[in-house]
């Protein structure tokens, strides 16, 4: 059975974004579940105010939500797009498009259900500091979307650019694998980004004075937290605008393809690892500001040891792209 | 009894919040829109006030769905999660379609519009936060 070119396009692109929705969808559908499991434990807590912790329930799984939605605008694009080029790499792009946001889409939607579950846990203990819970929320579940961010970019990148210059072997491979990188390595840091935005809500509610050192703790913790998602995008450009010798030999693809797939899985530990060292410094800042600094230090420590294994990872894609 | 009251006043208040931010939304959309429509960019405010318009609906349907979620367990809660997520989704889905479809709206602006709810919560935050920072200086 033989397809042609455009057929083969199409297969990709309804592929695509089928997995971008469905993987989309997953983590967005966790963390608001989260957050109403918390909810319920709120409310049962303190009924009188359930009031607030509703209103702060469905303002922070709106904005929870947006990692998902940023998927489905990729996956109706690729669904009803127009494609004029029919070349067997812009299938490959499709698909690497739709595996991109699909998998970035995950970490950030599960991540932000945290901060969203732990404000209404937050509301129910301390009722007069809801607006700084719902506040601190917010920016915490924002940058929570950061790597999904990232990852639409990258599929949007792969969608729009025209790689029909570029040989075909081994060029199929690296659109897959910077899909694939930036996509698996946001899956830790929205994770990681949300473990200390849950934190944060909860110290706060323990703590309200605190918040002015809690957010600062939060917000330096979850920039370190995205680095390996940043590591990822780096390795996915890379592989989007370097031009590759045509070659048929099946390892110099696969050299690519294993690019994107290392630094994309190597960035999920290490994500989640940074988000622990910056949810148990929050933690602690809250119980005691009066050394806010040294724990802010022993979080930076500790975040640069773990994300030791991200720079290995990107180390050996480096090595994959270049030198293989 | 009890229980009933506290129902009906945690809907009413799920309903205040909701008002609050999709007015403010579509009227944002409807504003910014209207510029656009008298710069010549008909597209670009007709995609902006379609993607605000769903985005609001879907603001609504989601708190309608909150008290659902409530009392369940946390399996029960996730699968009403991803129910709730794959029907609000196929309904935020038509105004891209649309703007894919149709060259009288522009994709770009309907897709910014479906995140004007979030947007309006986000800055409406931010604003609160640096009058109060300000305050605190004052």
């Given amino acids: ?32 579940g989260y957050t109403a499991s918390e909810a319920n434990l709120a409310v049962s807590r303190s009924p009188k105010i359930s009031g607030d912790i509703f209103k702060n ?94 990852s639409m970019v990258v599929a949007l990148m792969l969608i729009f650019i025209d790689f029909s210059n570029a040989p075909l072997y081994p060029t199929w491979a690296a659109l897959i694998g910077a899909g694939l990188s930036t996509g698996m390595a946001a899956i830790g840091s929205g994770y990681g980004g949300g473990l200390a935005a849950g934190a944060s809500c909860e110290g706060i509610a323990r703590q309200p004075n605190s918040v002015g050192n809690v957010t600062t703790t939060m917000l330096v913790g979850q920039a370190v937290s995205q680095t390996p998602s940043i590591f990822g995008l780096l390795v996915s450009f890379i592989l989007l605008f370097k031009t590759f010798p045509q070659s048929g030999a099946l ?20 994500g989640i690892g940074n988000g622990m060292a910056a949810e148990g410094a929050v933690k602690w800042v809250a119980r005691n500001m009066n050394h806010a600094g040294e724990l802010m230090r022993t979080m930076l420590v500790g975040q640069a040891v773990s994300q030791s294994t991200a720079i290995y990872a990107m180390v050996v894609s480096l090595v994959l792209i270049f030198v293989i | ?45 007709k995609g902006l006030i379609l993607g605000a318009i769903f985005s609001s609906v879907n603001f609504v349907l989601m708190g309608e769905t909150l008290p659902l979620k409530l009392g369940k367990s946390k399996n029960k809660i996730f699968l009403l999660s991803l129910g709730s997520i794959v029907l609000r989704f196929a309904l935020l889905a038509v105004p891209l379609i649309i703007a894919v479809r149709f060259e009288k709206f522009n994709f770009i602006a309907a897709a910014c519009g479906i995140f004007m709810v979030q947007i309006v919560i986000l800055l409406e935050h931010l604003v609160q936060t640096i009058s109060s920072i300000r305050k605190s200086k004052i």
């Avoid at chain 1, 592929?15 to 608001?32: K, N, R, S």
């Avoid at chain 1, 390892?251 to 290490?270: D, H, K, Q, T, V």
């Fill in chain 1, 57 to 150: 329930m469905l303002v922070g799984q709106a904005v929870a939500e947006s990692a998902s939605i940023f998927a489905l605008v990729i996956a109706i694009l690729m669904l009803f797009l127009d494609i004029q080029t029919a070349h067997v790499l812009k299938a490959s792009a499709l698909f690497g498009a739709g595996l991109c946001i699909g998998f970035g889409a995950i970490g950030a939607g599960i991540g932000s259900g945290f901060p969203g579950g732990q404000a209404c846990a937050g509301i129910s203990r301390q009722p007069a500091a809801a607006s700084q819970l719902t506040t601190n929320m917010l920016i915490g579940s924002a940058v929570c979307q950061t790597p999904a961010i990232f």
């Fill in chain 1, 1 to 32: 059975m033989e397809f042609e070119t455009q057929t083969i396009v199409r297969m990709c692109a309804y592929t695509g974004g089928g997995i971008a929705m469905g993987l989309g969808a997953v983590g967005a559908a966790i963390g608001e």
């Fill in chain 1, 251 to 270: 390892s110099a693809s696969m050299a690519l393809l294993g690019a994107g797939l290392c630094m994309g899985l190597g960035g999920i530990g290490p």
């Fill in chain 2, 1 to 45: 009894m009890t229980g009933k009251k506290n129902k009906v006043g945690n809907m009413e208040s799920i309903r205040q919040t909701q008002k609050k931010y999709c007015s403010k939304a579509l009227i944002a959309a409807i504003v910014i829109g209207f510029v656009f429509i008298i710069t010549d960019l008909k597209p670009v405010g």
